[in-house]
């Protein structure tokens, strides 16, 4: 339980608190006060030094909803090599970002410092050298309370921390509360695994995996930003309602400028306006596509028939044509990129041409080479046995000609499967046909092929169970030469081409040998909410360990059949939600897509404003209403779940409707609400 502290120990925490934020305003107007206008250089230079100066002004803000630090660590002996001598330990303020005085002393140490790492993960039976760890309460950006464990007192008894059960129990009205001081020592540990390792982590609902992720690249950010900087990092979420909810975290992060994208942004090379039937998505984000579209790029390469001349000066070169196929032969062995290879193919040539010149008596050096690499005779031959592809009108006519794709697919895809990825009404150009998401991936795939996708120094990937083999190339080959952390529950796998096990994902990634790690042991669900909610998972993840939570809250879950007509059913569902906003904090009201309609206009005839999903909330709207398929990543206070039927129903296979369902019975962090009419899964009765 909290300590009673008496006035002054609080007193003085609170004094450490307004000093430190004097000191963080301090170091604020001395960075604003830099008078660059004498700095010499070029104007470039210029730009980039008022950039970097832009950047640390904005990440020197003081956070008024952030605690500036949330706990402390008291060693038992000094850290600091000039008190080693006083034989005396040191106690240092954790937070999410530096802070000092005017003497350049420390007053907070960023969460991410190896001095702070204690704090994560220190015990009583490996204490790491800590006497004394404490918590800090607030309230309303007041520090309000602190909690004290003595980790080298036998006498003291190993008790849960009651702060930070209230930290994560807090309501969530407003920005997204500060998660750092919530990590747990196995997340932690991942956390600050080494960059150059690819980790994979199964988490249950509650477990923190999305928590763990941003921590993660916080915590790379500062261990290795020189490295980053150059190569860069990215957080790939399921949507922009996702992206939208979690960039309000990274600032209590200590980092600012993170890029975030969704999978569809990522392969955004054409414009998206069509819908594929479940079975033509699956078939285009089976990996096989892969193959198939690399002979279709490749589907244009011939081999000469004449040979050809080159004229320089009065003499005249002639490249045989067993040389020339010898070349093209050569570099399609290779697997270089397509484009690559046509860029190296006129090099050839005109190298194989200035051996002849050697052999004749020239000398001939680089420059000439590169001249006779531009003539109109070897370009001529590389236009004709090498074109260039457009990787959209490519994949366009793939999707579009059934003999093109029976060519490129035989021994691929069946004929059956064919007549399903081809487009039911041809395209007639890149501009005007019907792309959908699935398509998008493909031209990203071909795009590939053609020129290598720059690689990036780490990248985030969260939800990442409901990706396709396709999707995972294309993620993959944003770090190839760079590591991923990637996130996800294969019980939350709501798509028909879901992955069923993570090495199958990890290999169409790139990245066969990541560490796996698990996370069941959940912090946010109530254990009411996700043992009822743990009987879906024989049925949609069989052999996965169901989660259990530490918190128990009686009276967390409740379940209310409903009779009587469409109207009274969602009078009731409006009634559930009034009786969730009497409670402090957030409420999402989660329903099946084709509901949501319904419940859009009884909520406004009701005179209850709502929100749409990723929109922050406030004191004066704390309601969201959520369509099922876009519920995952978030969570509220309080959720009311209608109709289980509806939402089942809503997807395309029963298996695929459990998934979600599962994924909607799990956004609760203090109660659950389900109403029905219709019979609820046999699982759940």
Known sequence: MPATPTTDPLRREREHLAESRAALRAMREDVESLDLR????????????????????AALAD???TPLFFGRLDYLHPISEELSEGGGGENFY?????????????????????VSQPFYRATRTEPMDVERRRRFGYTGGELTAYEDEHLTDPAEADTASALLAAEIEKPRVGPMRDIVATIQPEQDEIVRSDVTGTICVQGAPGTGKTAVGLHRVAYLLYAHRERLARTGTLVIGPNNAFLSYIEQVLPALGELDVAQATVQQLVGHVEVRGEDTPESARLKGDARMAEVLRRAVRAGITLPTEPCVVVRGSRRWRVPVHELVAIIEELKGREVRYGAARDALPQRIAHTVLLKMEQGGEAPDDRVQDAVARTTAVKAVAKECWPAVDPAKLVLRLLSDPGFL??????????EEQRAVLWPKPGRSVKTARWTQADAVLVDEATDLVQRTPSLGHVVLDEAQDLSPMQYRAVGRRCTTGSATVLGDLAQGTTPWATASWPEALRHLGK?????EELTKGFRVPEEVIAYASRLLPAIAPGLAPATSVRE???SLAIRRIDGEPAEAAAAVVAACREALEHEGSTGLIAADARIPLFAEALAAAGLPYLSPGTETSAEARLTLVPASLAKGLEYDYVVLDEPAAVIAGEPDERTGLRRLYVALTRAVSGLTMLHSEPLPEQLR
């Open 38 to 57: 004498d700095v010499t250089g070029t104007w470039v230079s210029a730009v980039v030094l008022h950039n970097q100066i832009e950047a640390r002004i």
């Open 63 to 65: 956070l008024s909803h």
């Open 94 to 114: 954790i937070g999410r970002r530096h802070v000092h005085d005017a003497d350049g002393d420390p007053m907070v140490i960023d969460w991410r410092a190896p």
């Open 406 to 415: 029976a060519d490129c697919a035989e021994g691929v895809l069946t004929p």
């Open 512 to 516: 066969p040998e990541a560490h796996i």
């Open 553 to 555: 809250m009686p009276g």
